[in-house]
Structure formats: C-alpha cells, structure tokens
C-alpha cells in the first residue's frame, strides 16, 4: 500500500548532483531492489539535505527495508520541506501505524482522508489503528467504506469480520469473513478467512460458544472543579428551577458509576447503568447536591431500522436530605439515511415528585416530550453534526394557582457538532434555543386589593402569562492522557430572558475535570 508511484519530476531547488542521484535511485526503487536504491537516495540527501524527493523516497525505501523509525524521520522532514507531496500524509499515516505509533498514524491518515485520492486507503489503514486500539465501532465504520474500493474491499471485510467478533456479534462477524473468504483463493486474505472460518467449524459439536467479546462491564470515576456564577437550586443538567440566587461559588464534583451489558447478542443489546454525583460547594453549602441515576436500555434492529427503550430513575438529595426524585421512559427510532446520516425520532415521559418546599407540591408534575434529530457524518465517522426540534408539555399535578404558574408548553431547537481539534483531542458545541409560553396568568403580577373594613381580598388583575425564551451554549473539550485516563474542560452559558423580570437570569460555568474508566 505505501507509496503509490509519485511523479519523477525534478524537485524545485535541489542541486544537479541531488537530482542525478535521486533519478537513478528511482530505477532500483521500482524494481523492488530496496538496498540499491537506498544507497543512491542516501547519497542524494548526503549532497542536497533539502532535496525533499529524496529524503521522500529514502524514506519509502527505509519503510520497505523494515526501518520505520528511519523512515518516519525522512518522511517528516520531506513534510515540512514540500508538504503538497502527493500520497506523503498516507505514507507517513501508514509508517507510523507499522511503528505501533497509532495517535500519529491517526493524525496523518486523518489528514489523508481528506483527500478524494487517498480516501480508501486511509479509510482502511484508520480501521486498522481503530482496530489495535480496540475501538471497534469507529473501525467498523472506516472498514465499511473502505469496502467501497474492489481492491481493499476483501482486507475490509476480514478486518470487520474480527472486530465483530471481538463485539461478541458472531453471526454477522462469520458473515464479513465469508464474504473475505470468497475472494481469490490464493490471496492471504481469503487463505486466512478460510482457515478462520474452518477452525470454527471443526468446533460445531457441542455447539459453539459465542466469541469472546469485549468486557461486559465498565467502571468509571470522575473528579473536577467548577465555578458556577449562579448558583441555582437544581442540577446543572435539569429544568427543576428558573430562580437564581444571583451568587457565585465554586465547588468541587465527584463522581462514580459503573455499566454491565445483560445482554449483547446479534438480535438485541441490554445494558444497565448506575451513576452517583456529588457536589461540594466552598460557600453554599446548602447547595451541596448528591444525585443517583439507574438506567436500564434496551436496543434492538429491525433490518436498517434502529429500535430503543430506556427507562431512568433518578434521585437528588439536597444538602443531604431528600429533595425530589424522577422517573423517566423513553422510546424511539432511528432511521439510517445512506451511510452518513441518520434521523431519529423519541418520545419522553417524565414524572417528578419534590419533597421539600419550596417545590413540594406545587412543582409535582408530569411531562411529555416529542422530539426529531438529524445526526449526520462530516466526512469521517468522529465528525459529528446533529440538529433537532422537541415540544414539550409540562402538566403539574397540583391544580392550584401555585402549579398552574409552571404548566407550559415549550418548543426547543438544538445544533450540536463534534470533531477531533487536530491531535490535541475532540471539541463539542452545541447552541439550544427554547421557547416556553406558560398557560395561566402567573401569581407573581397578579393584583390583589384588601377592603380597608372588611379586610377581603379581592382579585383586580389576574396577572400577566409568563413568557420565557432561553439561550443555552456549551463548549466541551476533551483529551485522552492514556488508554483510561481522559482530561476535560467545559464551558456553560445560560441566559433566559421572561417578561416577567422575576424570572430573567443568566449563569456561566466553567469547569474542569478528570475521568478514569475501566
């Protein structure tokens, strides 16, 4: 694969000696004489050590000769001296994945894959390093399209045939090997796909056990820090509340949690989840929450059609005492559309129960969500654009004028991307726009008039309906440190504007944090 032939033209600035060497280095190159050929671009480099064409294919010639770390050096240089070299982010993407090198084989091949010439073959070869890093799901997708290429197209199906495998989907894995295994017999490919497939045949009686997957189970924790400039009494991640303190704080977050697959066969996927946070506040210690999520998910396909049910509980405690509790239920479906997109299409049913005041009973309520999103790839399976639209109904139980001051109905719109930010690690943004129109006319501007002699009350203006629009931006990046170890640094900006002034704030949160995941 490396090192598709590149034009023999003279390179721009190198010396006629250089030149002269290089040409004839180019003869034994081509002829698969890799000893003869180094010993001539060796000279050429000796008398031009700016001839990027030959520190090129000195570099070729050292990766065929089994000399990657000399071949990475020559192949970088000639980088940084002529970086338009045709196939030179390809060459160096594969050189450096034959060095067991995979985070600087992924950076190159990545840049290769941008390019309409090179785009199978790095597709393939990113498989390959997904692959050895037993990232199986994004190697899946590169290998997928790999097999668009007749001539990758059996090393594609081998390839995806093991990391199947290694998922624990025997069915479809022994189906991708046989499709390797119907290539040319006398290719290694196929040799191998066959005595694979053979070795497991001759294991038919008893019945075969599935192939090994990967751990059924994960465990991960996290620590961090944050500075939240309004501090609000709900989750960061919830809807609980629009009433700010108007104070800042930091605080410190830990947290722990673990997943197990129940079950992971070729018709159907179960995994449960459980995850505890804690917040600890430098000031506002009354702030300090504790939350606990179980989550139980279910996937299974219908063909190309995609069909999940999740179900989560979650419990906050407040300042160490109970403070309300949630269940939520979640079916939906994903439609693949082509191979770079795909729409899905949900449903959530949400009921909260608070047990404390100020909440208690009044913000009791149930809710239901209707929403679409549209994920689709940016030329590569790690480069995510979604967009999505929800309508929500939220419907407290309490039918008092305190309740009826939260039933809204809200639309929400959300654009969200994700990308690698060149070998430093992946960037999320997401932009969320939501609108809620709230049904009754809030207490807070209702005008009461009390009789001087009676002392009655008396009701003169119902109040105004409250109007809300809120603006929400957040900005995540991530690193990995090792194979288990994950450095992040986010941003959170809200800022929700109402006609009624009571119900205006804005709030920022920056944090940083650790994860470690077993």
Known sequence: MIAALVGAAVPAGANSRSQALYAKGLVPFHNGRWDDAYKLFDEAVKADANDAMALYYRGLTAARRGQPNLAIADLERAAQL???????????????????????????????????????????????THFRREDFAKARAYLAEAE?????????????????????????????????????PDTETARAAQGYLGAAAEVRKPPTPRAAAAKPWSLHGSAGVEFDSNVILAPSDSSVSSTDTGQDDGRGILGLGGRYHLLDSDAAQVSASYDLSQSIHMQHTGFDLQGHRVRLQGVTSQGPVQLGLAGTYNFYALNYRTFFQEALFTPWVTLPEGDAASTQVYYTFRGR???????????????????????????????????????????????????????????????????????????????????????????????????????????????????????EFTVVFSRDLSEHLQLSLAYLGV????????????????????????
Request: charged share 20%.
């Open 353 to 471: 129960d608070f047990f404390r005041y100020p909440y208690n009973t009044d913000r009791d309520s149930m809710d239901h969500a209707l929403g679409v999103r549209q994920y689709s790839l940016l030329g590569a399976p790690d480069r995510l654009l979604s967009f999505g639209y929800q309508f929500d109904y939220d419907d407290p139980l309490r039918d008092t004028r305190g309740g009826d001051d939260f039933q809204n109905k809200a639309h929400q719109l959300e654009v969200a991307v994700s990308s690698p930010v060149a070998d430093l690690g992946t960037a999320q943004l997401s932009y969320l726009f939501r609108l809620e129109d709230y049904q009754f006319p809030n207490t807070r501007t209702q005008v009461v008039v009390v009789d001087p002699i009676t002392q009655v009350p008396t009701v003169v203006f119902d109040g105004l309906r409250r109007h809300d629009n809120q603006h």
């Open 495 to 518: 800022l929700n504007n109402s006609n009624i002034a009571d119900f205006d704030y804005s709030r920022h949160i920056l944090s940083a944090g650790v994860r470690v995941q077993y």
């Open 148 to 184: 668009r290429d007749p001539d990758l197209r059996a090393q594609a199906h081998y390839y995806a045939g093991l990391a199947l495998l290694r998922q624990g989907h025997e069915t479809e894995g022994r189906a991708a090997l046989q499709k390797a295994a119907q290539g040319r």
């Open 82 to 128: 002529r970086p338009q070299i045709t196939h030179l982010a390809l060459d160096l993407g594969i050189t450096h994945f034959d060095a067991g090198q995979y985070p600087e084989a992924q950076r190159w091949l990545e840049q290769a894959y941008g390019t309409a010439a090179d785009r199978f073959a790095a597709a393939f070869f990113l498989g390959l």
